[in-house]
């Protein structure tokens, strides 16, 4: 009897899959390792828990890395995950930077590899196993140390940064509080900023993923509407998104006809400020829907309040 043959898989365009794959939701790392003689670093979000017993964790690089050969001459190596309001860090481990651990304080864990300050949590590794994962090598290491910092962890979803909030399910208040406590929750300004945001954004997002444009790309094609001519690193700092990111949406855009490049600068064609034109007026659609029961005052007052909010929690705090 003969053997079935193999099915035959479809070859997809890794742009499609890739965009497809980023509907699922990630933390960030930056992974740290030391052969004795270098010390590398690089951001990963395909960190994931393999087991418990024994304590197992996974992650996978690129076979084209520079960085591979130590980590792979390395007998141990650290998994830093980023707290929320480490971008700026994400970006350097990412970007093309000689010395990516410049003005970054770091400590010595476990064979040397370096453990990040501030980061919401950090496994130390030996080196348990290297599997051949198609353009990546998958490393698995067995957890040695750990430290729980309990900080908020930057996520990423849909080739843009993000950040974790508590489910609108889970924010329910109880019907019943001793003391008030439902009251003053109800009223406390912090989790009324959330629980607006939340709502917006649920309703919001889906109708701007219907036009055919994830965030990230409505928010390069917005930023770009401005008419300045912008360099990728620039991009990278006003859209808050990694540049592997940005590289790949300016890629598709100017693939597409929508964005050109001079000297290394980006903006729009006229195609590609018709497609912002159409972000900017669902964007404003939604928004005179949302504020129509509010005098024009209210919502211009209100708009100075959140910019005052925000001058007040991003100044130095004396």
Known sequence: MNAPCPPQFEAFDPRILRRALGNFATGVTIVTAHDGVGQVGVTANSFSSVSLDPPLILWSID???????????????????????????????????????????????????????????????????????????????????????GRSPLLYHQGSYSMALPHRERQRLPERSAGGSRERLADHTYYLMTQAVRSYQQSYQPEQIRTGWRPGEARVLMILDAGRPLDVSSLVQETDMPLREIEQTLEMLRGREFVQSDGGYYQLTAAGAEQARKVWTLAQHFEDKVFSRFEPAQVRAFKDILKGVIAATTAPID
């Open 63 to 149: 076979k084209r890395s520079s960085s591979y050969a130590v980590f792979e001459r390395s007998e141990h190596f650290a998994v830093n995950v980023l707290a929320v309001d480490q971008i700026a860090l994400s970006n350097q481990f990412a970007g093309p930077h000689k010395d990516r651990f410049s003005s970054v304080p770091v400590r010595s864990g476990a064979g040397g590899c370096a453990l990040l300050e501030g980061t919401s949590a950090n496994f130390q590794c030996q080196k348990y196993q290297t599997l051949d994962g198609g353009d990546h090598w998958v490393l698995i290491g067995r957890v040695v140390a750990f430290e729980d910092n």
